[in-house]
């Protein structure tokens, strides 16, 4: 009975020392997020306590759910012995080690695992970093890269910081200011769109680089009646979608009417 006492104590004990480790991870890896200041002596004999090795490349990857416990519980499971995690109030956010693969082959495995597990998520990355100084970046472009590619591309799982570079700059340079001027072309357009005819020609136009023969097949409509729809864009906007100055105009208008 003493022993067995015995090994139930030790037991307990090495939970609670597993625990306690594992939250001071997390806790390093908060400190690499946020970066407010530099780091001390404490945080690099934390991270050679644990052997993390600070300065491998590493990326952002957000995971938002409903039950962010079992998202980490899934995570954990696909998590290489360079990769760190932490837990945070909406998700879960990893900083994969881009040397056993790239972010968005990991992401893609990883969402399928939570979809097959029936999880509702989302996941984001931001750019890859060379070293634990720039980890803080990375994790801010995966945030607005998450908020611009809902928003963008709702249906969508999985949103990558190179497909979303110019919309995430607008997000942190504009401020969201709805009387910012560049809007005006957008509102303008919707006032007089009220069948909204004008802004899906200017969508698909700008989705199809400007092809007008495949822009009008994709609209259904003929090659004469979209020339008739952009001159109108012009007319009201004073903005030729035909020139690419004029066109980039729009298009950041059309951004900004979203993500806004």
Sequence with gaps: VRMAAEMIFQEMILIEEIQWDE??????????????D???????????????????????????ADNRHEVMKLVKKYIANND?????????VILKSTETGSASSYAEQLEKQLRASGMVCKLAAGSVQPD????????????DTLLVGSKLDPEADFYCYADYQIPVLLRQRVGFQENHDLLDH?????EYDKKKELIETLTVYIEENGEGSTAAKKLFIHR???????DK?????????????????????????KIS
Excluded: C, W
């Excluded at 945080?43 to 491998?56: H, S, T």
């Excluded at 957008?186 to 919707?190: D, G, I, N």
């Design 84 to 92: 760190l995690y932490a837990m945070l109030p909406d998700g879960v």
């Design 132 to 143: 634990f100084k720039g980890l803080h970046v990375s994790y801010q472009q995966a945030k």
């Design 233 to 257: 864009i012009q007319s009201i906007t004073g903005k030729d979608p035909r020139k690419v100055k004029d066109l980039l105009e729009l298009y950041v208008a059309l951004l900004l009417s």
């Design 23 to 36: 939250r001071l991870k997390e806790e390093l890896v908060h400190q690499l997020l946020q970066q407010e």
């Design 186 to 190: 957008y509102k303008k357009l919707k």
């Design 224 to 230: 004469n009646t979209l020339s008739y729809r952009l």
């Design 38 to 64: 530099p780091f001390d002596s404490l945080f690099f004999d934390r991270a050679n306590r644990f052997d993390i090795n600070l300065y491998l490349p590493r990326v952002a990857v957000i995971v938002t």
